[in-house]
């Protein structure tokens, strides 16, 4: 069995990999870091072999799955890496930050053979697939609206933590590409394609960053529904995120991994027990004011999904063609809210983005 981390990346989120490489039974043997004791820390409390180079962790033979969790905009150089030298690769959202960089990254593990999966754990809970299965049944009848929620709260200390985040160059944005970006995922996951959108931006609430702090969008799909995506990481003290999906026959309502509204014109036995197993499964404080207050359950399960299709030789559930999916729509929103006019979907290229709205700072 393949089952053999590497872990390229070692900052919060890495703890989050190696929790969930120890859940499925999976065995972290190396990790590296371009800040060495940020590789010894991990290496350390979790029982591995911090590595001195990139290319030490990619020679080692005991190495067969990497995962990385570098900054966004830096995801590129390892994936690519990793697959040029045989390795699987799990890349932590977003796939990439520019639509060029998440094809190259999906070009590079095709011509290697190697698997690719884009982390996005929230498709992984039980009441995200309950909802899946429920439109896949036709229960809502025709989907009308579907709309992502995500009011957070994040300090200024947060952005001046480090040096990466809220740039362009490598947290690749604000609210949507940082924070929401999970929401999106699952939104378009649930109702299908986003065909055009209609978006403003702006920097409300933080200094010293270049990024949205607050973005809604208005969305319509391919199956005609409409809906709304709400970004921002400067509403007070913060909320737990939602998606809302609505139809002529039925709604449910997920807060974090609750399902808080399951209502359908015809109700069947199991109705009753989905409203009681799917309450109160909320663990920690789902990121809303916190980003270490996340379980990495869902990475877990991810994990064991990535493990499985390697060993069978099946694609991932999430691929890299689904995690490029929330990047261009995202893109899409920036550009948006920068021209005033609506955007269409697929896009054909990146857009290029160069000024915002009110309060944003130009990218070059």
């Not at 609505?246 to 109700?267: N, Q």
Request: with cysteine; charged share 25%.
């Amino acid at each position: 069995m393949i089952n053999q981390f590497g872990i390229i990346g070692c900052g919060m989120i890495a703890r989050f990999h190696a929790r969930a490489i120890k859940d499925t039974g999976g065995e972290l043997a190396t990790c590296y870091d371009h800040i060495p004791q940020a590789a010894e820390n991990i290496a350390k409390e979790f029982g591995c072999k911090a590595c001195e180079s990139l290319d030490v962790l990619l020679a080692d033979p005991n190495v067969k799955i990497v995962t990385i969790g570098t900054p966004s905009g830096a995801h590129a150089e390892a994936a690519i890496a990793a697959a040029r030298a045989g390795k699987h690769v799990i890349v932590e959202k977003p796939l990439e930050i520019t639509l060029e960089r998440c094809d190259a990254i999906i070009d590079a593990c095709d011509k290697a053979g190697v698997t690719l999966s884009t982390i996005f754990p929230s498709r992984f809970h039980d009441s995200s697939v309950k909802i899946k299965n429920a439109i896949t049944a036709n229960r809502f009848g025709r989907l009308t609206m579907g709309d992502a929620i995500v009011k957070w709260y994040r300090t200024q200390g947060y952005y001046d933590s480090g040096a990466w985040r809220g740039t362009w160059e490598l947290d690749g944005g604000g609210a949507l590409m940082n924070q929401a970006i999970h929401s999106v995922d699952l939104l378009t996951w649930l109702m299908g394609p986003i065909v055009e959108i209609r978006a403003q931006a702006a920097l409300l609430a933080h200094e010293r960053i270049a990024v949205e702090d607050t973005a809604v969008a208005t969305v319509q799909f391919a199956n005609g529904a409409l809906g709304v995506i709400e970004a921002t990481t400067a509403a007070y003290p913060g909320y737990l995120k939602r998606v809302e999906i609505h139809g002529e026959a039925g709604s449910a309502v997920l807060e974090e991994e609750d399902i808080v509204k399951w209502d359908f014109a015809e109700s069947i036995p199991d109705d009753a027990a989905i409203r009681e197993a799917m309450t109160n499964r909320l663990s920690g404080g789902g990121g809303a004011a916190d980003p270490a207050a996340i379980g990495h359950h869902g990475h877990a399960r991810q994990f064991a999904d990535v493990i499985d299709a390697i060993n069978s030789g099946r694609k991932p559930l999430i691929d890299g063609q689904e995690g490029r999916r929330s990047v261009e729509i995202i893109l899409a929103i920036y550009k948006a809210a920068e021209t005033g006019q609506a955007v269409q979907l697929p896009l054909t290229t990146d857009p290029e983005l160069t000024v915002r709205t009110a309060g944003m700072i130009k990218r070059e």
